[in-house]
C-alpha cells in the first residue's frame, strides 16, 4: 500500500516547501541566521527551529525539555509557550547544527511518509497533545511550512513560490476561516454580504453571506450591493491573514468600499494564525 490519495496533495505540497526551505538555507553564513523574519519575534534560525521542533513531533520524537526565558515578549499566551520550546532550545546552534539537523529531520519525514498507509481520518496524537486526523495534521503541515517558507523568502531577499501547491492549500486553509472572522468576530450584520476580490499569482473572488442568525458562509458568485468589500494581492491577503503585516502597514495595498466601521473591523480582526 501506499499514501492515501486523499493525503498525497499534503504530502507533495510539504515536500515542494520543505525542499525549498532547505535550498533556502543551506548556504547561509552564520550572520544571516539572525535576519529578522515576518514572523513576529523570529529569526531566520527560529523559523528553521520551529519547523525542524514540528516535523519531530510529527515523527513521534519526545519534546524538549526547557526552560523559557521570561523576557520573551512576542510570547503571551500557553499556545505560543508550546511553539516556542522548540525553537529557544535551538536558538544557540550553529549554522553548520542547523542544516544538519534540518536534512536529517526531512529525511526521515520522507520515509514517514513513503511508508504511511493509515487512512485519513485515522485518530493520531498531534500538536499540544491532542488527537487529530492524521487528514488535518498533513494539511497544518503543508499550510505551516509554505508560510514560514515565506517568512524566509521575505527575511533573505528572495521571493517566489507565491502560487506553488503549499500556496493553494493555504488559500483553502485562510478561506475556511474568513466566515468566522467576518460574521463572528467582526460583528457583520445579518442578512449581509461581504466581498472579498484577490488578484496576483492566485487569483480569486468570494463572497462571505451573513444569514439572519448572524451566521457566516463562504460562496464563490458575486454579490449585489454587498455591506463591504475588499480588493487587494495575494501576497497582501496571505501576509494579513497569517499576522505577517498591520492593516495600517499595507493600508496603500488594500482598498475598501461600504460600511468603514465594518471594513476596519474586518481587518482588525483578519489575522488567523497564532
Known amino acids: 500500500m501506499s499514501l492515501h490519495p486523499t493525503l498525497q496533495p499534503y504530502a507533495d ?21 539572525n535576519r529578522r523574519t515576518p514572523c513576529p519575534g523570529w529569526s531566520v534560525r ?25 523576557d520573551l515578549y512576542h510570547v503571551t499566551n500557553e499556545q505560543q509557550r508550546y511553539m516556542e520550546m522548540q525553537v529557544d532550545v535551538r536558538r544557540h546552534h550553529t549554522a553548520p547544527e542547523m542544516t544538519s ?9 520522507n520515509r514517514q511518509l513513503r511508508n504511511e498507509t493509515r487512512e485519513p481520518g485515522t485518530m493520531i496524537r498531534g500538536l499540544y497533545g491532542r488527537e487529530s486526523a492524521l487528514e488535518d495534521l498533513m494539511r497544518n503541515r ?15 531577499g528572495r521571493p517566489g513560490n507565491l502560487d506553488s ?12 476561516m474568513l466566515p468566522k472572522v467576518v460574521a ?17 499569482p492566485i ?23 454587498p455591506a463591504a468589500s475588499f480588493a487587494l494581492d495575494w501576497e497582501t491577503y496571505f501576509r494579513l491573514a497569517c499576522g505577517r503585516v498591520t492593516p495600517e502597514a499595507v ?3 488594500v482598498k475598501t468600499e461600504g460600511d468603514p466601521g465594518l471594513t476596519a473591523a474586518i481587518l482588525r480582526h483578519f489575522a488567523v494564525t497564532p
Open 13 to 33: 505540497a510539504w515536500t515542494h516547501s520543505i525542499d525549498a526551505i532547505s535550498e533556502l538555507v543551506s548556504p547561509l553564513v552564520e550572520g544571516e541566521w
Open 46 to 70: 527560529d523559523v528553521v527551529s520551529h519547523v525542524i521542533g514540528l516535523e519531530c513531533e510529527m515523527l513521534g520524537d519526545p519534546r524538549p525539555i526547557h526552560t523559557l526565558p521570561r
Open 101 to 109: 539537523e534540518l536534512e536529517y529531520t526531512v529525511i526521515r519525514r
Open 142 to 156: 503543508a499550510f505551516d511550512v509554505w508560510v514560514h517558507e515565506q517568512d524566509l523568502r521575505t527575511a533573505l
Open 165 to 176: 501547491p503549499g500556496a493553494h492549500i493555504t488559500r483553502d486553509m485562510l478561506l475556511s
Open 184 to 200: 463572528k468576530d467582526a460583528g457583520a450584520p445579518r442578512s449581509s454580504a461581504i466581498v472579498f476580490d484577490v488578484h496576483g
Open 203 to 225: 487569483e480569486f473572488l468570494r463572497t462571505i453571506r451573513v444569514d439572519i442568525n448572524g451566521r457566516g458562509t463562504l460562496e464563490s458568485s458575486p454579490a449585489l450591493g
Open 251 to 253: 493600508a496603500d495595498r
